[in-house]
């Protein structure tokens, strides 16, 4: 048990028979009245956000989340099939639970997979990846004082934007979370 005082970012809880990860929290005492504490809660099964006040003594159960590293092996049709490299166990995700978090990752990169209660809910790839581009328009010499950007299609079918200097066949860093490149390799 975890008592409202005691709420910090990212912290998992069981609330209203649901499973909810703290993802902003503010404490506020009132002139007049008692204290409480203001949270956004990000349900982590559907990925809906709800704002919750408590009173700083109640108590929520803490969720347990496993994470765990697993191979992403292939896609077969809308399954898309992942290894546990310590013990060789496979399993098979539908598309509906992967949605478009494997857009950055090759076949046989590691991922975390995210489960609670032995039920997948996400999957969480790599912060940084490094594929190569094998679609944009060329690069022509000077192009770099704009910051201007064009798009291009990476090795995974990704689209990314990318500065206008980058070319055809070179290897880039892209940040998972948003999206962005950020460098060439």
């Given at each position: ?97 992967v949605g478009d978090t494997l857009k ?82």
């Amino acid at each position: 048990m975890i008592s409202a005082g005691d709420f910090r970012n990212g912290i998992t809880i069981e609330y209203e028979g649901n499973v909810y990860q703290i993802v902003e929290f503010q404490h506020v005492k009132p002139g007049k009245g008692a204290a409480f504490v203001r949270t956004k809660l990000k349900n982590i099964i559907n990925g809906g956000v709800v704002e919750k006040t408590f009173r700083p003594t109640e108590k929520c159960p803490q969720a347990r989340i496993d994470r765990k590293d697993m191979q992403y092996l292939y896609a077969d049709g809308d399954l898309f099939n992942f290894m546990d490299t310590e013990t060789y166990d496979q399993i098979a995700l539908n598309s509906e639970t992967v949605g478009d978090t494997l857009k950055f990752v090759k076949e046989n990169e590691m991922v975390k997979i995210c489960s609670y209660n032995g039920s997948v809910f996400a999957i969480e790839p790599p912060l940084f990846v490094e594929l190569e581009i094998t679609d944009t328009e060329p690069g022509f010499k000077g192009d770099t004082a704009t910051g201007a950007t064009k798009p291009a299609i990476v090795e995974t079918g990704a689209k990314v934007m990318v500065p206008l200097f980058v070319n055809q066949g070179e290897k880039i860093k892209i940040d998972t979370r948003t999206g962005e490149y950020l460098s060439r390799v």
